[in-house]
């Protein structure tokens, strides 16, 4: 009777360790996906943000790729503020910001900002850009700075 | 001798009590591995599909069908806002909110493929892409004539057909998860091909002009629930793909309170435009030609979606003030 008791305490501590050192696999397996799902999202997002209709160039409704009215992209800043809830739908916790950068101006605009509280990271992903001023008819460089909080 | 006896009979007892204890043990751990598995893989697909609903939303006027696991796709979106798409949602709990995008979807998608379509919605000017999903599995039959140029434009894959209203009685159930009937020319009847079909299972809609008039199944006849005003023909494909009167209001008024974000935006591009032609005068004069006529598409989305059953969008206006610009050779509205 002592030596099955005996034994099954054994046995228990055994299966105790192996589900410790399953957890523990476990554990790095959903931390290495969850890098992969932020990587993902931040693609995600710079493709949005790339493709967005209310700041993409548009020249009598044909849409211009890889190309962001500047005019547009001041009200958008504006209306994102104001409207955060909504565009949080479509951009998350992340922060957007356009920089012209050939000719250097010095010039740049926060399309969106939306910080995780106490964040820990922030994933970056950089698309290169046109920056169209209708009023002058001109097309600058700019990149597309999407920073994902996590 | 006796002691023993019993000693041993106790003996056995305990091993039955403890292997059934330990057998136990482990059983409850593979089934709540088993859920946890089945959530996770719901979540894995969730995942991957919103990227899917991403990708199919940017690229417009394409047709995707997607291959499916063993699962049931699920999709929401009520009178409330609360808009959602679930993988086996009753199983399994997942879902992934919509609340900006527009998805025009039966309440479920089953089988081994999904058939999504992307089209423009403009008011003159892009708004967003309208994503219409569906099943090889949901029949669409098409009463009397009109929509040719929509009917056509469906995507081939659908199960779609057309018949005449004098075909209606000879209709038979193929089986088919879910029907949908399209009526152009008469007030939606009842096949008794579809009686025995689940209430949710069997909707109608009845095009007219410039409204769908939409019917849900109750036991064997058809009862009216809701009208759907047409600002745009795009959405006579929102009324066909959609679960019910309900779904199809509820993505519209989404599409409406985007129509208002972008109508702000193309509304203050304009005045950018006006003042910086009044501090950059030129020979053609650009400044005189921007009227303001984006603040009424604005106005007017936003009354629409406070009351989308009575809804005008006035684009004419912004599309000849828009070709005028491009005659002037000033830079265009939009």
């Given at each position: 009777m002592m030596e099955t008791i005996a034994i099954l305490f054994i046995f228990f501590i055994l299966v105790m360790f192996g589900f410790i050192f399953y957890s523990r696999i476990s554990k790095e397996s959903?931390?290495?996906?969850?890098?992969?799902?932020?990587?993902?999202?931040?693609?995600?997002?710079?493709?949005?943000?790339?493709?967005?209709?209310?700041?993409?160039?548009?020249?009598?409704?044909?849409?211009?790729?890889?190309?962001?009215?500047?005019?547009?992209?001041?009200?958008?800043?504006?209306?994102?503020?104001?409207?955060?809830?909504?565009?949080?739908?479509?951009?998350?916790?992340?922060?957007?910001?356009?920089?012209?950068?050939y000719p250097f101006s010095g010039r740049s605009w926060k399309m969106y900002d939306h910080p995780l509280p106490d964040y820990t990271d922030l994933v970056r992903v950089?698309?290169?850009?046109?920056?169209?001023?209708?009023?002058?008819?001109?097309?600058?460089?700019?990149?597309?700075?999407v920073g994902v909080y996590r | 001798?006796?002691?023993?006896?019993?000693?041993?009979?106790?003996?056995?007892?305990?091993?039955?009590?403890?292997?059934?204890?330990?057998?136990?043990?482990?059983?409850?751990?593979?089934?709540?591995?088993?859920?946890?598995?089945?959530?996770?893989?719901?979540?894995?697909?969730?995942?991957?599909?919103?990227?899917?609903?991403?990708?199919?939303?940017?690229?417009?006027?394409?047709?995707?069908v997607i291959q499916l696991p063993d699962i049931s796709i699920n999709f929401e979106c009520s009178a409330n806002g609360d808009s959602w798409f679930g993988i086996d949602q009753e199983k399994t709990g997942v879902k992934n909110r919509l609340e900006t995008e527009a998805v025009f979807a039966p309440?479920?998608?089953?089988?081994?493929?999904?058939?999504?379509?992307?089209?423009?919605f403009d008011a003159p000017f892009k708004i967003m892409n309208l994503l219409f999903v569906t099943s090889p599995g949901v029949r669409y039959i098409f009463v009397g004539n009109g929509l040719e140029d929509a009917y056509n434009k469906l995507p081939d894959e659908m199960n779609k057909e057309r018949i005449q209203l004098s075909e209606l009685a000879n209709l038979k159930d193929l089986k088919n998860y879910k029907v949908k009937l399209v009526f152009l020319e008469s007030t939606p009847a009842l096949p008794d091909a579809f009686k025995n079909m689940a209430d949710n299972d069997v909707s109608a809609i009845h095009v007219l002009q410039n409204t769908v008039d939409f019917y849900s199944k109750k036991g064997d006849y058809f009862a009216s629930e809701g009208t759907v005003v047409v600002s745009d023909p795009i959405l006579i494909y929102g009324a066909i793909f959609s679960q019910d009167f309900e779904s199809c209001f509820c993505n519209i008024r989404?599409?409406?309170?985007?129509?208002?974000?972008?109508?702000?935006?193309?509304?203050s591009r304009e005045k950018a435009l006006q003042q910086y032609f009044t501090e950059h005068p030129d020979s053609r004069n650009c400044k005189e030609y921007y009227t303001g006529s984006v603040n009424?598409?604005?106005?007017?989305?936003?009354?629409?979606?406070?009351?989308?059953?009575?809804?005008?969008?006035?684009?004419?206006?912004?599309?000849?003030?828009n070709s005028f610009l491009k005659r002037v050779s000033c830079p265009m509205l939009y």
């Open positions: 959903y931390s290495a996906e969850a890098e992969e799902i932020t990587a993902l999202k931040a693609v995600q997002i710079s493709e949005k943000a790339n493709f967005l209709t209310d700041v993409q160039c548009s020249m009598d409704n044909i849409p211009d790729e890889d190309c962001i009215d500047v005019y547009k992209l001041q009200a958008f800043s504006q209306l994102a503020a104001k409207e955060d809830v909504y565009y949080y739908n479509i951009f998350e916790f992340s922060v957007i910001n356009i920089t012209e950068i950089q698309l290169p850009v046109s920056l169209y001023y209708p009023g002058e008819d001109r097309y600058l460089y700019g990149v597309i700075n | 001798m006796r002691k023993a006896q019993v000693e041993i009979q106790f003996n056995w007892i305990f091993v039955l009590i403890a292997g059934f204890i330990i057998l136990l043990f482990f059983i409850s751990i593979v089934y709540k591995q088993k859920s946890s598995a089945d959530v996770n893989l719901a979540a894995d697909i969730s995942e991957d599909f919103k990227a899917i609903l991403t990708g199919a939303g940017l690229s417009t006027r394409t047709v995707n309440d479920t998608i089953k089988g081994n493929e999904m058939i999504t379509l992307a089209l423009e989404k599409v409406y309170k985007r129509l208002g974000y972008v109508a702000e935006i193309y509304s009424s598409v604005k106005a007017s989305a936003e009354a629409c979606y406070e009351n989308a059953e009575n809804c005008v969008l006035p684009v004419t206006q912004v599309k000849n003030d």
